[in-house]
């Protein structure tokens, strides 16, 4: 069975540039989960989509960052403009009927 | 509300030399728990998982049991090895939303 896959694993940008993510989940797995993991730190979630809803968006910041989930399968996450602040490790994890996430290699992120 | 906390790294040991990481939480409820483990350069792995009080998650010579009376669910290995250098994550799944709730990440380094 195939895991989360993301794409592109590592993104270089200057500040004030766009960037998108792209998460493809496990098939089958109805939720959906984007999180920001900082050096030497846990992940922080940003959002969960139950199919393709956003359920959970309360830690996303608004102004920058958006996300889509269309015919709940694959997610984009995007910041526009990115931010110095917004160099981190985005993962992507997906959850099926259990209890349990599992996690996509993330995107390092870069900016300069 | 629900909390992890786990020891504080880095952890250095010698290779063949038996690891303790220990995780204790703090929850409502019956949580399900995990050790999630995160390679260099890599996104989080699934090691082990227990879903209720007395079982034990074992996976690649690691184990944990969940021990309710005292809200742990230490991290073991018999004798480590070199490869076994990662950042080990502690959580708990919420089960009214399976949202995960992190520990701050134990580094581990072993030296051959």
């Known amino acids: 069975e195939a895991g989360v896959v993301q794409s592109p694993r590592y993104k270089i940008i200057e500040k004030k540039q766009p960037v998108a993510f792209w998460c493809n989940p496990i098939?089958?797995?109805?939720?959906l989960y984007w999180y920001l993991q900082n050096l030497g730190q846990g992940p922080e979630l940003l959002i969960r989509?139950?199919?393709?809803?956003?359920?959970?968006d309360s830690q996303l910041p608004k102004d920058r960052f958006s996300a889509e989930r269309l015919k709940g399968v694959d997610s984009t996450l995007k910041i526009q403009p990115a931010e110095l602040g917004d160099s981190a490790v985005y993962l992507c994890a997906s959850r099926g009927s259990g209890d349990t996430q599992y996690f996509g290699p993330g995107t390092r992120l870069t900016v300069l | 509300g629900n909390s992890v906390t786990q020891m504080e790294g880095p952890v250095t040991l010698s290779e063949e030399a038996f690891l303790t990481i220990n995780c204790t939480y703090t929850a409502t409820g019956y949580p399900s728990l995990f050790w999630y483990v995160q390679y260099p350069g890599e996104g989080l792995q699934l090691l082990l998982k227990a879903t209720k009080a007395d079982d034990k998650g074992s996976n690649k010579g690691f184990e944990a049991t969940y021990r309710k009376e005292t809200t742990s669910f230490h991290l073991e290995k018999g004798s480590v090895q070199v490869s076994d250098s990662a950042v080990y994550f502690c959580a708990l799944s919420d089960r009214s939303n399976y949202q995960l709730i992190w520990g701050a990440g134990t580094k581990l380094i072993i030296k051959p």
């Open positions: 989509y139950e199919n393709e809803e956003a359920v959970d």
């Open positions: 098939s089958g797995h109805n939720t």
